[in-house]
């Protein structure tokens, strides 16, 4: 949960695993940087609707790879990998097929873009709450924020402080909340108790995935877009 970098690696055996399972549940509250990569050989297609949401990236992707070496080389709180001091970047990277070439093209080609995602740790009605955060750019450029949160963090009658915070860091007049509670689902904030609640219609119809626990082929609703079984699993590990 310390760990000041975190690097998951999915291929398409991962999502069957219930430890993987667990440490993508883990992901979410942890307080270093959070890496998601996905194997060359599967397509994001494959990945499970309910992860979709994630910051799923190729593992194949350069400026990825150039990401991950310089926050590793960077952190003070790990010894420097002589390897990655190399200019060269890994061999295997030359080597990829062009399936999975195809798979990064059209991934990079895609909108909405997801900039940033992280584990986002406020205190607001309870300390050091952790909450999930993703950042998307839509096709005209608009930044649409968008925060987690699990029944252990604050309420959203609280919630003013941590939307005011995020509204003048990422220049916006709203952003778009995930709530526990039934009563609000997904609600869209814009500070001083303004809330437009059950609005997963807005981020759907922006291509945004949401949290799910119905297939993608159902509507998603507040009952649906959050807690699923995988999460559920973890947080009774995490508990004993």
Known sequence: MDAPIIVLWADQEYFKSLNCLAELGASIA??????CLLSPEISIDQVPAEFQWMSWRYAHDPDLLEGLRSSIEGSPDIDRALHLQEADRPC????????????????QRAWPKLVEHRP???????????????????????VVPVVYADRDQISVLNSDALVAYLKQ??????????????????????????MRQH?????????????????????????????????????DTAST
């Open 92 to 107: 295997w990277y030359e080597g990829i097929d062009g399936q999975a070439a195809m798979h990064l093209e059209e991934f």
């Open 199 to 235: 609005v997963q219609h807005e981020l759907i119809a922006m291509g945004i995935p949401l949290p799910q626990t119905s297939p993608v082929a159902e509507l998603r609703t507040e009952k649906n877009y959050w807690a699923p079984g995988w999460f559920v699993a973890w947080a």
């Open 120 to 142: 986002f740790h406020f205190s607001a009605g309870r300390k050091n709450a952790a909450f999930g955060l993703s950042v998307w750019i839509l096709a005209d450029q608009r």
């Open 169 to 194: 860091k990422y220049s916006v007049p709203e952003i778009y909340a995930l709530w526990p509670e039934e009563e609000t689902g997904v609600s869209a904030h814009a500070g001083d108790g303004r």
């Open 30 to 35: 942890a307080r270093g940087e959070v890496y």
